[in-house]
């Protein structure tokens, strides 16, 4: 997985451009045991999540440079939004079998989502050329699953691209990259799309959202908010979550990173909000989680 703070004036902001609920309530959900749960996207009556991919007897599968290989898995959203019912999203070619942090069509037949290359690119881990991340498409067509797999034309083997967002009315692609004029370990980058065919130019956020140090994890809610996740200087905790207007014309906007409970001490991130924008999911590495990235349930946003 590809995970690796903010001031007065944030708290400024917070009055005209967003406002968190005080009596919002968050939950960790049944699902989470030792291994990794994280990016919880709901797609009409289906959630998809990211987790270890495993051997029979249970253990995690590792790839040549002992890094974690991860499937996508699908269930139903059950009663206080816990997950029922999973399975391990069937794959025809992704990529050293890894396939993780994902985006959908409103219609539920396009997924965007994190893979590798097969081809080693120049970023180097422990002395060896490493297949980088990129983010491939896939279609849904009833009675084969997802088939059509396809590479999106704008990645470069030698960098990174990862964790796509679709924007509500799918004509715009978020997601993070290593690429050439990056200013942190990674930035926020979108594209537009078109009928998920073809592809516009790739283009930086502005440095007002994208920091010196990371930003992962975007996705924008059905009332055009960018939810993000960064270790920027002056958060709650290692990994925070913010978000930014996208569709305020205030020149002076910021950032603003979320209140508790959602935001903690610890490492949070992969924000998402259903479409009544009171409730979601979120991952964590909070104290009293199982010790892995655990998913959490959040009402009354």
């Not at 903010?6 to 009055?15: D, N, Q, R």
């Not at 919880?40 to 495993?54: E, F, G, I, P, W």
């Not at 097969?118 to 991340?133: A, I, Q, S, V, Y």
């Not at 799918?170 to 537009?192: A, C, E, Q």
Request: hydrophobic share 30%.
């Amino acid at each position: 997985m590809f995970k690796t703070k903010i001031t007065l004036l944030f708290l400024l902001t917070l009055t005209c451009g967003f406002s968190q609920s005080e009596d919002t309530e968050v939950k960790k959900l049944k699902i989470n045991n030792k291994l990794d749960h994280f990016a919880a996207r709901v797609v009409k009556d289906k959630v998809y999540y990211s987790s270890n991919l495993t051997r029979k007897n249970g253990r995690v599968i590792l790839d040549k440079f002992a890094q974690n290989l991860y499937g996508i898995y699908e269930g139903t959203v059950g009663e206080d939004g816990e997950i029922e019912n999973t399975k391990l999203v069937k794959r025809k070619e992704v990529g050293m079998s890894n396939m993780s942090v994902s985006t959908y069509s409103k219609d539920g037949k396009y997924m965007y989502f994190t893979a590798n290359h097969t081809g080693k690119g120049e970023n180097k881990l422990h002395g060896k050329n490493t297949f980088n991340l990129l983010i491939k498409r896939a279609e849904y067509v009833e009675g084969k699953g997802w088939i059509n797999f396809t590479t999106l034309p704008f990645c470069d083997p030698n960098f990174n691209y990862a964790h796509p967002a679709l924007s509500p009315d799918g004509s715009t692609l978020y997601f993070i990259s290593t690429i050439k004029g990056t200013k942190g370990k990674s930035d926020l980058y979108k594209v537009s799309v078109s009928n998920h065919e073809t592809y516009g130019e790739v283009t930086k956020l502005s440095e007002t959202i994208n920091s010196s140090r990371t930003e992962i994890y975007p996705f924008i809610s059905a009332d055009n908010k960018l939810y993000f996740t960064s270790d920027r200087r002056g958060g709650k905790g290692g990994l925070d979550i913010y978000v930014y207007d996208l569709k305020s014309n205030d020149n002076n906007q910021v950032p603003v990173s979320l209140d508790a409970p959602i935001n903690s001490r610890g490492d949070d991130f992969s924000f998402f909000l259903n479409d009544d924008l009171t409730t979601g999911y979120l991952s964590s590495r909070r104290s009293k989680g199982e010790g892995g990235d655990d998913l959490y349930y959040f009402s009354k946003f």
